[in-house]
């Protein structure tokens, strides 16, 4: 179990000014920031990211939003980080989403969602790589 994952909160976060708010719940939560910057994604980086999705339905839609303002990437530090950090912010559809986690509290809709989380340990080693170098990563002592 890899105890590292990354989160982004995404542009409709940032629109809402909701940042102080979901980084709080996931500190609350027992999660230790390691590194944590805010960009602006462009749509070529957006499908890069997103890029095992290129087939699916939503591809488009959602580069479209993840380039469409700033974001905010975070790498967190917990025991079993993947799965508990999801746990934190709830299945994608807020509607579905258990009571208390971040998703169900501040997102709109399936795909304006607030945050994005790393399904996978493997996952989360490359998408923290695809934001961060292994310099700006600061372990908490």
């Not at 602006?40 to 087939?55: C, D, I, N, P, S």
């Given at each position: 179990?890899?105890?590292?994952?990354?989160?982004?909160?995404?542009?409709?976060?940032?629109?809402?000014?909701?940042?102080?708010?979901?980084i709080a719940k996931i500190q609350d939560a027992g999660f230790k920031i390691i590194a944590m910057k805010q960009m602006?994604?462009?749509?070529?980086?957006?499908?890069?990211?997103?890029?095992?999705?290129?087939?699916r339905p939503f591809f488009k839609d959602l580069t479209e939003f993840m380039s469409s303002g700033p974001c905010v990437p975070i790498v967190l530090e917990k025991t079993n980080a993947?799965?508990?950090?999801?746990?934190?912010?709830?299945?994608?559809?807020?509607?579905?989403?258990?009571?208390?986690?971040?998703?169900?509290?501040?997102?709109?809709?399936?795909?304006e969602n607030i945050v994005h989380g790393s399904d996978s340990d493997d996952n989360a080693a490359l998408e923290i790589a695809f934001f961060f170098h292994q310099g700006e990563l600061i372990a908490n002592q």
């Open positions: 179990m890899g105890n590292r994952t990354l989160a982004i909160l995404k542009p409709d976060c940032v629109r809402k000014n909701l940042q102080g708010k979901v602006r994604l462009t749509k070529a980086q957006a499908e890069g990211f997103y890029a095992v999705h290129h087939a993947v799965a508990e950090f999801r746990k934190t912010i709830g299945a994608t559809d807020p509607k579905e989403a258990d009571p208390g986690t971040v998703r169900r509290e501040f997102a709109d809709s399936k795909g």
